[in-house]
Nanobody, 120 residues
Framework: QVQLVESGGGLVQPGGSLRLSCAAS????????MGWYRQAPGKQRELVAK???????NYADSVKGRFTISRDNAKNTVYLQMNSLKPEDTAVYYC??????????????WGQGTQVTVSS
C-alpha cells in the first residue's frame, strides 16, 4: 500500500527556515505528482506547492519566492524548503501523491502530517 511519511516540522522563529521531507513507498514515485498542502486551525486544507512527474511546479501565491518544492526520484522523496517563515505559515503540513499528475488538485494519498509553528 502507498505510504507517505513526513518529517522536518517543528517550532521556528519568524524569518527562519525549515525543510520538510516526505518519503514515499508502495508506488512508482517517478510517475506521480507530489504536493504539499497545509491546514491551519479553523481553516480548510490548501495547496502550498506541487511538482509533477515532469518537474512542473505550482505554488500558492502566499509562498511564492519563499518556498521551494523539489523531488529526488532516486530516493522516492519530495522536499519543501521553507524560508522567511511567517506566523501565518503555522499549520499542519501534509504530503500528497497524485497518480493523475495534476498541477493543483490533490491525489488520493495523504501522509499523516507534520506540525509547523512559526512563533517568537
Amino acid at each position: 500500500q502507498v505510504q507517505l511519511v513526513e518529517s522536518g516540522g517543528g517550532l521556528v522563529q519568524p524569518g527562519g527556515s525549515l525543510r520538510l521531507s516526505c518519503a514515499a513507498s508502495g508506488l512508482i514515485f517517478r510517475l506521480y505528482a507530489m504536493g504539499w498542502y497545509r491546514q491551519a486551525p479553523g481553516k480548510q486544507r490548501e495547496l502550498v506547492a506541487k511538482i509533477t512527474s515532469g518537474g512542473v511546479t505550482n505554488y500558492a501565491d502566499s509562498v511564492k519566492g519563499r518556498f521551494t518544492i523539489s523531488r529526488d526520484n532516486a530516493k522516492n522523496t519530495v522536499y519543501l524548503q521553507m524560508n522567511s517563515l511567517k506566523p501565518e505559515d503555522t499549520a499542519v503540513y501534509y504530503c500528497n501523491a497524485d497518480a493523475l499528475n495534476r498541477v493543483s488538485v490533490p491525489g488520493a494519498y495523504w501522509g499523516q502530517g507534520t506540525q509547523v509553528t512559526v512563533s517568537s
